[in-house]
T-cell receptor, first 111, second 117 residues
Framework: ELKVEQNPLFLSMQEGKNYTIYCNYS?????LYWYRQDPGKSLESLFV?????AVKQEGRLMASLDTKARLSTLHITAAVHDLSATYFC???????????FGKGTLLTVNP | ETGVTQTPRHLVMGMTNKKSLKCEQH?????MYWYKQSAKKPLELMFV???????ENNSVPSRFSPECPNSSHLFLHLHTLQPEDSALYLC????????????????FGPGTRLLVL
């Protein structure tokens, strides 16, 4: 059974600081997704990582994938309040076309 | 309307009621999904439809009954629910589900917040 673990589950940080959210998964995967969810709103796709060593960046967020370590990271640079949200990673396997989600990381950026 | 829409956004129902959740996607996709998001739990996949055919039932109790009349619409019929069924129910769509190969990016609706009393 594929398991996806995120840490930390709660992250409170100050504006301007850097931090990293980690996503570990238990078996080989074909794709890894990062989603963002604002309170009371839907999930928004941020990144899709397809292969070992993949790195994608959008604004202050950068995601990377190490398939050998079964680890993805979401790095936040110089955080701003607008980044406050819950961030989910999700992993899929081509054998069953299901996405398995982590529990999410609730990020709060304080002024 | 654009993207994936869901109605109602909020629903309160008693355990003996029957209600339905509706999802509509305007993206020209052929696969649709129901997920359950409970507090402190990961998102759980419930059902998958591909070209109107159900391809996945993730051991969901029969008190949840999905219906997909066409590729753009997905319903979740609810009856005799339990308080533990209270959750956010999310609908998603993607281009299609392939027999092999990785999943396509899924686009989510805003969800229906369900409270069962």
């Amino acid at each position: 059974e594929l398991k996806v673990e995120q840490n930390p589950l709660f992250l409170s940080m100050q504006e301007g600081k850097n931090y990293t959210i980690y996503c570990n998964y238990s078996t080989t995967s074909d794709r890894l997704y990062w989603y963002r969810q604002d309170p009371g709103k839907s999930l928004e796709s941020l990144f899709v990582l397809l292969s070992n060593g993949a790195v994608k960046q959008e604004g202050r967020l950068m995601a990377s994938l190490d398939t050998k370590a079964r680890l993805s990271t979401l790095h936040i640079t110089a955080a701003v309040h607008d980044l406050s949200a819950t961030y989910f990673c999700a992993v899929d396997r081509s054998s069953n076309y299901k996405l398995t989600f982590g529990k999410g990381t609730l990020l709060t950026v304080n002024p | 309307e654009t993207g994936v829409t869901q109605t109602p956004r909020h629903l309160v129902m008693g355990m003996t009621n029957k209600k339905s959740l509706k999802c509509e996607q305007h993206l020209g996709h052929n696969a649709m999904y129901w997920y359950k998001q409970s507090a402190k739990k990961p998102l759980e996949l419930m059902f998958v439809y591909n070209f109107k055919e159900q391809t996945e039932n993730n051991s969901v109790p029969s008190r949840f009954s999905p219906e997909c009349p066409n590729s753009s619409h997905l319903f979740l019929h609810l009856h005799t629910l339990q308080p533990e069924d209270s959750a956010l129910y999310l609908c998603a769509s993607s281009q299609e589900v392939r027999a092999s190969g990785p999943t396509e990016t899924q686009y989510f609706g805003p969800g229906t917040r369900l409270l069962v009393l």
